[in-house]
Protein backbone atom coordinates (compact mmCIF):
# COMPACT_ATOMS: atom_id res chain seq x y z
CA UNK A 1 0.00 0.00 0.00
CA UNK A 2 0.65 3.33 -0.72
CA UNK A 3 2.97 5.46 2.09
CA UNK A 4 3.72 9.09 2.77
CA UNK A 5 7.02 9.95 4.92
CA UNK A 6 7.30 13.16 6.15
CA UNK A 7 10.62 14.24 7.76
CA UNK A 8 9.70 16.71 10.92
CA UNK A 9 6.70 16.84 12.82
CA UNK A 10 7.96 20.61 13.41
CA UNK A 11 9.88 22.99 11.11
CA UNK A 12 11.01 26.22 12.55
CA UNK A 13 12.45 29.17 10.81
CA UNK A 14 13.09 32.90 10.76
CA UNK A 15 11.09 35.39 8.79
CA UNK A 16 13.05 35.45 5.44
CA UNK A 17 14.78 32.26 5.65
CA UNK A 18 14.32 29.31 3.30
CA UNK A 19 11.51 27.21 4.04
CA UNK A 20 12.26 23.09 3.37
CA UNK A 21 9.53 20.71 4.47
CA UNK A 22 10.57 16.79 3.34
CA UNK A 23 8.07 14.80 1.75
CA UNK A 24 8.99 10.65 0.68
CA UNK A 25 6.59 8.41 -1.01
CA UNK A 26 6.18 4.48 -0.95
CA UNK A 27 5.49 3.80 -4.51
CA UNK A 28 7.03 2.17 -7.27
CA UNK A 29 4.94 3.72 -10.02
CA UNK A 30 4.94 7.65 -10.22
CA UNK A 31 1.86 8.69 -8.37
CA UNK A 32 0.15 11.87 -8.18
CA UNK A 33 1.16 14.27 -5.79
CA UNK A 34 -0.09 16.92 -3.54
CA UNK A 35 0.85 19.56 -1.21
CA UNK A 36 -2.11 20.91 1.12
CA UNK A 37 -1.87 23.63 4.17
CA UNK A 38 -4.38 23.80 7.12
CA UNK A 39 -4.59 26.66 9.09
CA UNK A 40 -5.68 26.55 12.54
CA UNK A 41 -10.13 25.84 12.49
CA UNK A 42 -9.88 25.40 9.14
CA UNK A 43 -10.07 22.93 6.36
CA UNK A 44 -7.27 21.57 3.91
CA UNK A 45 -6.35 24.24 1.04
CA UNK A 46 -4.58 22.95 -2.15
CA UNK A 47 -1.17 24.31 -2.37
CA UNK A 48 0.18 22.72 -5.84
CA UNK A 49 0.11 19.64 -7.51
CA UNK A 50 2.19 17.33 -10.09
CA UNK A 51 0.58 14.72 -12.03
CA UNK A 52 2.87 14.48 -15.59
CA UNK A 53 5.23 16.63 -16.59
CA UNK A 54 7.61 19.53 -16.03
CA UNK A 55 8.60 17.99 -12.40
CA UNK A 56 9.34 21.32 -10.57
CA UNK A 57 5.63 22.78 -9.50
CA UNK A 58 5.01 26.14 -8.88
CA UNK A 59 1.77 27.01 -6.29
CA UNK A 60 0.24 29.15 -4.56
CA UNK A 61 1.77 32.04 -2.20
CA UNK A 62 5.29 31.40 -3.43
CA UNK A 63 5.91 28.09 -2.85
CA UNK A 64 7.12 25.01 -5.00
CA UNK A 65 7.89 21.35 -5.67
CA UNK A 66 9.81 19.30 -7.56
CA UNK A 67 9.29 15.44 -7.81
CA UNK A 68 12.37 13.61 -7.98
CA UNK A 69 11.52 9.92 -9.26
CA UNK A 70 14.89 8.61 -8.34
CA UNK A 71 14.56 9.47 -5.33
CA UNK A 72 10.88 9.30 -4.58
CA UNK A 73 10.69 12.34 -3.09
CA UNK A 74 8.39 15.79 -3.39
CA UNK A 75 10.03 18.28 -1.29
CA UNK A 76 8.23 21.71 -0.71
CA UNK A 77 10.06 24.87 -0.81
CA UNK A 78 9.62 28.18 -0.77
CA UNK A 79 12.56 31.22 -0.85
CA UNK A 80 11.44 33.29 2.02
CA UNK A 81 9.06 32.45 5.09
CA UNK A 82 6.98 35.19 5.68
CA UNK A 83 4.77 35.23 9.07
CA UNK A 84 1.64 34.06 7.50
CA UNK A 85 3.31 31.07 6.29
CA UNK A 86 3.03 29.31 9.91
CA UNK A 87 0.66 26.36 9.49
CA UNK A 88 0.28 22.72 9.20
CA UNK A 89 1.51 21.26 5.86
CA UNK A 90 0.32 18.30 4.73
CA UNK A 91 1.93 16.09 1.57
CA UNK A 92 -0.26 13.26 -0.04
CA UNK A 93 -0.63 10.85 -2.97
CA UNK A 94 -2.50 8.48 -4.87
CA UNK A 95 -1.94 6.40 -7.56
CA UNK A 96 -2.81 6.37 -10.68
CA UNK A 97 -5.32 4.35 -11.47
CA UNK A 98 -8.21 6.52 -9.31
CA UNK A 99 -7.16 5.75 -6.01
CA UNK A 100 -7.85 7.43 -2.52
CA UNK A 101 -5.22 10.09 -1.33
CA UNK A 102 -2.71 8.96 1.29
CA UNK A 103 -2.30 11.82 3.41
CA UNK A 104 1.31 12.20 5.76
CA UNK A 105 1.42 12.79 9.33
CA UNK A 106 2.09 16.47 8.91
CA UNK A 107 4.79 18.83 9.36
CA UNK A 108 3.72 22.28 11.70
CA UNK A 109 5.44 24.94 10.37
CA UNK A 110 6.31 28.18 12.59
CA UNK A 111 7.78 31.64 11.77
CA UNK A 112 9.96 33.27 14.04
CA UNK A 113 10.10 37.09 13.75
CA UNK B 1 -18.85 30.84 -5.08
CA UNK B 2 -20.08 28.98 -1.79
CA UNK B 3 -17.19 26.08 -1.27
CA UNK B 4 -17.65 23.55 0.51
CA UNK B 5 -19.89 23.82 3.61
CA UNK B 6 -20.21 21.64 6.88
CA UNK B 7 -22.09 21.21 9.43
CA UNK B 8 -22.38 21.59 12.60
CA UNK B 9 -19.24 22.73 13.38
CA UNK B 10 -18.68 20.91 16.72
CA UNK B 11 -20.64 17.99 18.54
CA UNK B 12 -20.33 16.41 21.65
CA UNK B 13 -21.82 12.97 22.22
CA UNK B 14 -21.77 9.93 24.29
CA UNK B 15 -20.48 6.60 24.03
CA UNK B 16 -22.96 4.42 21.86
CA UNK B 17 -24.65 7.25 20.40
CA UNK B 18 -25.04 8.16 17.18
CA UNK B 19 -24.13 11.07 14.88
CA UNK B 20 -24.94 12.45 11.41
CA UNK B 21 -22.38 15.30 9.22
CA UNK B 22 -23.81 16.94 6.48
CA UNK B 23 -21.62 18.29 3.32
CA UNK B 24 -22.14 20.28 0.62
CA UNK B 25 -20.29 20.38 -1.82
CA UNK B 26 -18.96 23.76 -3.82
CA UNK B 27 -21.15 24.29 -6.94
CA UNK B 28 -20.38 22.60 -9.64
CA UNK B 29 -19.15 19.81 -7.61
CA UNK B 30 -20.50 16.67 -7.94
CA UNK B 31 -18.09 14.00 -6.32
CA UNK B 32 -17.54 13.79 -2.63
CA UNK B 33 -15.16 12.35 0.27
CA UNK B 34 -14.93 11.85 3.74
CA UNK B 35 -11.97 11.81 5.95
CA UNK B 36 -11.32 11.16 9.55
CA UNK B 37 -8.45 13.52 11.15
CA UNK B 38 -7.56 12.49 14.68
CA UNK B 39 -5.54 14.86 16.32
CA UNK B 40 -1.90 15.40 15.34
CA UNK B 41 -2.37 13.08 12.25
CA UNK B 42 -2.97 13.45 8.56
CA UNK B 43 -6.67 12.85 6.79
CA UNK B 44 -7.64 9.57 6.56
CA UNK B 45 -9.90 8.57 3.65
CA UNK B 46 -13.45 7.30 4.91
CA UNK B 47 -15.14 6.97 1.74
CA UNK B 48 -15.86 8.51 -1.48
CA UNK B 49 -19.82 9.05 -2.84
CA UNK B 50 -20.71 9.88 -6.94
CA UNK B 51 -23.85 9.87 -8.14
CA UNK B 52 -25.46 8.71 -4.75
CA UNK B 53 -23.62 5.35 -4.67
CA UNK B 54 -20.13 4.96 -2.43
CA UNK B 55 -17.16 4.01 -4.94
CA UNK B 56 -14.40 3.78 -2.75
CA UNK B 57 -13.85 2.70 1.05
CA UNK B 58 -11.05 3.07 3.47
CA UNK B 59 -10.36 0.49 6.21
CA UNK B 60 -12.94 1.91 8.44
CA UNK B 61 -16.17 -0.46 9.94
CA UNK B 62 -19.60 -0.42 9.21
CA UNK B 63 -20.58 1.54 12.02
CA UNK B 64 -19.37 4.20 9.40
CA UNK B 65 -22.05 4.76 6.72
CA UNK B 66 -23.27 7.05 3.93
CA UNK B 67 -25.50 9.06 1.82
CA UNK B 68 -25.59 11.11 -1.41
CA UNK B 69 -28.20 12.89 -2.05
CA UNK B 70 -29.95 14.17 -5.97
CA UNK B 71 -28.01 17.51 -5.48
CA UNK B 72 -25.30 15.96 -4.62
CA UNK B 73 -24.91 16.87 -0.87
CA UNK B 74 -23.71 14.13 1.60
CA UNK B 75 -24.38 12.52 4.84
CA UNK B 76 -21.78 11.25 6.74
CA UNK B 77 -23.30 8.00 9.76
CA UNK B 78 -21.82 6.94 12.75
CA UNK B 79 -23.01 4.55 14.68
CA UNK B 80 -22.29 3.06 18.28
CA UNK B 81 -19.74 6.02 18.86
CA UNK B 82 -16.48 5.42 20.69
CA UNK B 83 -14.29 7.28 22.41
CA UNK B 84 -11.58 6.65 19.32
CA UNK B 85 -14.09 8.62 16.64
CA UNK B 86 -13.50 11.94 18.05
CA UNK B 87 -11.59 13.57 15.44
CA UNK B 88 -11.86 15.66 12.86
CA UNK B 89 -14.29 15.00 10.14
CA UNK B 90 -12.97 16.68 6.94
CA UNK B 91 -15.58 16.80 3.64
CA UNK B 92 -13.95 17.03 0.40
CA UNK B 93 -15.53 17.77 -3.02
CA UNK B 94 -14.56 17.44 -6.43
CA UNK B 95 -15.36 17.51 -10.22
CA UNK B 96 -14.25 14.64 -11.80
CA UNK B 97 -15.89 11.90 -11.47
CA UNK B 98 -13.95 9.43 -9.21
CA UNK B 99 -10.62 10.92 -10.43
CA UNK B 100 -8.73 11.26 -7.34
CA UNK B 101 -5.86 13.41 -8.91
CA UNK B 102 -8.60 15.89 -9.21
CA UNK B 103 -7.79 18.31 -6.43
CA UNK B 104 -10.18 18.19 -3.49
CA UNK B 105 -11.51 21.39 -1.99
CA UNK B 106 -12.29 20.50 1.64
CA UNK B 107 -15.07 22.25 4.16
CA UNK B 108 -13.41 23.87 7.55
CA UNK B 109 -14.91 20.29 9.39
CA UNK B 110 -16.98 18.70 12.20
CA UNK B 111 -14.97 18.48 14.99
CA UNK B 112 -16.59 15.38 17.09
CA UNK B 113 -15.67 14.82 20.94
CA UNK B 114 -16.76 11.60 22.04
CA UNK B 115 -17.52 11.40 26.39
Known amino acids: AQSVTQLGSHVSVSEGALVLLRCNYS??????LFWYVQYPNQGLQLLLK??????LVKGINGFEAEFKKSETSFHLTKPSAHMSDAAEYFC???????????FGKGTRLSVIA | DAGVTQSPTHLIKTRGQQVTLRCSPK?????VSWYQQALGQGPQFIFQ???????QRGNFPDRFSGHQFPNYSSELNVNALLLGDSALYLC??????????????FGNGTRLTVT
Open chain 1, 50 to 55: YTTGAT
Open chain 2, 27 to 31: SGHDT
Open chain 1, 27 to 32: SSVPPY
Open chain 2, 92 to 105: ASSSHAGAFNSPLH
Open chain 2, 49 to 55: YYEEEER
Open chain 1, 92 to 102: AVSDPGNTPLV
